[in-house]
């Protein structure tokens, strides 16, 4: 199958890798140059220089360590930077941790205590700030309940959580497309880039949305629907950015396999969906919309903090006007996405994955409340994309529909 732009001519091999570190050692530094907040400032700091050394070695190692390489980066500006924001949360010190832990964490004691991982704002006895939201579904509470039951340490950390259920769930992927070593390019997309390890490191709630809708896409390229949608309705049971991606995955389904896997597939998510939301919207209804969806629309009082210079945001901060025309531009993308979905449907997973990386990239560039961070979806879709295109191409890609 043909590649795209992001793993081919100038992009390809050795050249490619340092030039994807050296541009990652420019950003790292950037953010690290002109950020308030700590954790951005210890990632950066550290990353900066995990990411120049790696575009020096990528000129000077064997083509056959490219992997290896990109496994050491990894290890230095992610893994490196979240140890040490761990060991300095649990030493007390402020501003070692997104905002968005903490909320997870206490979604968590909140569904222990009563039932709704949203607290009643009303009843706070004093101003509401953007702290107080949890702007996530039920699903997403779960990974603080380590730190809920067993209270502050290093290990009970939300972040923690993310990452091995992240990782678990990307080997699980891997083995449901039998290929043990994805292409290095992939690795880098998925794993190396400053939007994977820059959330792994400070925050990391989108992890495992992202590798449960990786691991539906590798059950899609298998032809096994209801698995498929048991991991792609996990994912919509903690952020509704996983929705889209479902979207395109039941068109491949339908398009390429069956109008059954399709059904079957929407199905299972969907059930998988209300299984876990309904109880939680049956306590508290109005606590949800006002979390989950008013607050990120920004319909209430208090705004989200979301707001990188990306150019939705750059637009709606001139006015009113320019909130007005940066929603028009949002929607009219939004047509013009269903429209090319309509007109050239996909037809496999790595087909998917390509027109979900496109779509959410193009949402999180128009969004006017956004934030970097968000690009983990496109890049980690195009990473997948990469993947699926090799294992289609492999001699076992004629695989049997499994469920």
């Given at each position: ?108 004691s909140l569904l222990l205590d009563s039932g709704t991982p949203y607290a009643d704002l009303s009843a706070l006895g004093r101003p509401v700030s953007f702290e107080d939201y949890t702007p996530y579904l039920p699903g997403m509470s779960l990974f603080g309940l380590p730190r809920a039951l067993l209270g502050g340490g290093f290990l009970t950390d939300a972040r923690v959580a993310f990452v091995l259920t992240a990782v678990a769930l990307l080997l699980l992927g891997l083995a449901v497309l039998h290929q043990p070593s994805p292409p290095v390019r992939a690795i880098q997309l998925v794993a190396v880039l400053p939007a994977t390890t820059l959330t792994l490191a400070t925050g990391g709630d989108d ?197």
């Amino acid at each position: 199958m043909r590649g795209r732009w992001w793993d081919e001519h100038w992009l390809r091999g050795r050249r490619g890798d340092a030039l994807l570190y050296g541009g990652s050692a420019v950003l790292a530094i950037g953010l690290a140059a002109t950020t308030d907040y700590l954790g951005h400032r210890v990632w950066g700091l550290i990353a900066a220089a995990g990411y120049a050394a790696g575009a020096g070695a990528s000129l000077a190692v064997p083509e056959r360590w490219r992997a290896r390489l990109a496994g050491a980066v990894f290890g230095v500006t992610g893994l490196l930077p979240l140890i040490i924001l761990l060991v300095r949360r649990a030493a007390g010190v402020p501003w070692s941790v997104q905002p968005e832990v903490p909320v997870v964490e206490r979604a968590a004691s909140l569904l222990l205590d009563s039932g709704t991982p949203y607290a009643d704002l009303s009843a706070l006895g004093r101003p509401v700030s953007f702290e107080d939201y949890t702007p996530y579904l039920p699903g997403m509470s779960l990974f603080g309940l380590p730190r809920a039951l067993l209270g502050g340490g290093f290990l009970t950390d939300a972040r923690v959580a993310f990452v091995l259920t992240a990782v678990a769930l990307l080997l699980l992927g891997l083995a449901v497309l039998h290929q043990p070593s994805p292409p290095v390019r992939a690795i880098q997309l998925v794993a190396v880039l400053p939007a994977t390890t820059l959330t792994l490191a400070t925050g990391g709630d989108d992890l495992p949305v992202v590798a449960l809708l990786l691991l539906a896409l590798a059950c899609c390229h298998a032809k096994r629907p209801r698995t498929a949608g048991l991991a792609g309705g996990m994912a919509l049971t903690m952020k509704l950015t996983a929705a889209p991606v479902l979207v395109v995955i039941a068109l491949a389904l339908l398009v390429g396999v069956s109008r059954r896997a399709a059904w079957v597939f929407g199905a299972v998510a969907l059930g998988v969906t209300a299984a876990v939301v309904l109880p939680v919207a049956l306590v508290a209804p109005d606590q949800l919309v006002e979390h989950v969806l008013r607050y990120p629309a920004g319909l209430t009082e208090v705004k989200s903090p979301a707001a990188s210079p990306l150019p939705g945001h750059l637009i709606a901060q001139l006015g009113p006007a320019g909130r007005a025309t940066a929603l028009a531009l949002l929607a009219t993308a939004a047509l013009a996405i269903m429209g090319w979905l309509v007109s050239r449907p996909p037809r496999d997973a790595a087909q998917a994955a390509d027109r979900a990386a496109v779509a959410l990239l193009v949402a999180t560039l128009l969004m006017p409340a956004t934030r970097f961070g968000y690009l983990v979806y496109p890049l980690t879709l195009a990473g997948a994309a990469i993947a699926l295109r090799a294992a289609h191409s492999s001699p076992r890609a004629a695989l049997p529909a499994a469920d």
